[in-house]
């Protein structure tokens, strides 16, 4: 099947710093990508809607110049979180869709933890 | 607005059993999508089965079934012969009319099948 892969799974950085991850579809074309985040035992909020050539659409509440996505091309997107602080901790999981038919797949997530 | 529900904070079932996870949903769109995802401890996302809401039957993957009751709005998820390795948490999620629409996650149902 479809896979999408995501990197870094795990990335521990200090506070002020920024950290980019990447989501890569490998054997399809995604026009759009999504990225959530994720808390423990809850579930996934949607952060921004990535659309391949064009600025990314941002859910309410969420700073676009915090969490700045490029989606440069139909096969990756990138979520870069910018001036990291201890809040921004959080299990990041980005997904694409086959633009073939209705599934949407999900990389594997990365953990981020900022000291 | 759109809006999911799962009622079910945590099931625990007997293996070789089924189950049904519950459901249930909100939308002013005549065309949408619904969706269940399995997510492991390991994190990463699992899409399991799709229903299309002017799909005529219901949608089947292998052990997976979704009961669509339409005018319900519910979107119930059963999985025959539950196996232990179908302990996981389990999303219902839903998308609006428009395939690159985004797709809305339900607060999650954790599923713990005993031996």
């Known amino acids: 099947g479809a896979v999408v892969s995501q990197h870094p799974s795990r990335v521990i950085c200090k506070s002020g710093t920024s950290v980019k991850i990447e989501c890569r579809s490998l054997?399809?074309?995604?026009?759009?990508m999504f990225w959530y985040r994720q808390f423990p035992k809850k579930s996934l909020m949607l952060m921004a809607t990535?659309?391949?050539?064009?600025?990314?659409?941002?859910e309410q509440g969420v700073e676009k110049d915090k969490f700045l996505i490029n989606h440069a091309s139909l096969t990756l997107s990138t979520l870069t979180v910018t001036s990291a602080h201890p809040e921004d901790s959080s299990f990041y999981i980005c997904?694409?869709?086959?633009?073939?038919?209705?599934?949407?797949?999900f990389g594997s997530g990365t953990q981020l933890s900022v000291l | 607005a759109q809006k999911i529900t799962q009622t079910q904070p945590g099931m625990f079932v007997q293996e070789k059993e089924a189950v049904t996870l519950d459901c249930t949903y909100d939308?002013?769109?005549?065309?949408?999508?619904l969706f269940w995802y399995k997510q492991p401890s390991s994190g990463e996302m699992i899409f399991l089965i799709y229903?299309?809401?002017?799909?005529?039957q219901n949608a089947t993957e292998g052990r997976y079934s979704l009961n669509f009751q339409k005018a319900r709005k519910s979107a119930n998820l059963v999985i025959s012969a539950s196996q232990l390795g179908d302990s996981a948490m389990y999303f219902c999620?839903?998308?609006?009319?428009?395939?690159?629409?985004?797709?809305?996650f339900g607060k999650g149902t954790r599923l713990h099948i005993l031996p």
């Open positions: 999620a839903m998308r609006g009319r428009n395939r690159d629409d985004k797709i809305i």
């Open positions: 229903q299309g809401s002017y799909d005529q």
């Open positions: 990535s659309n391949e050539g064009s600025k990314a659409t941002y």
């Open positions: 939308t002013s769109d005549p065309s949408y999508g």
């Open positions: 997904s694409a869709r086959d633009g073939r038919n209705e599934k949407l797949f």
């Open positions: 054997d399809f074309q995604a026009t759009t």
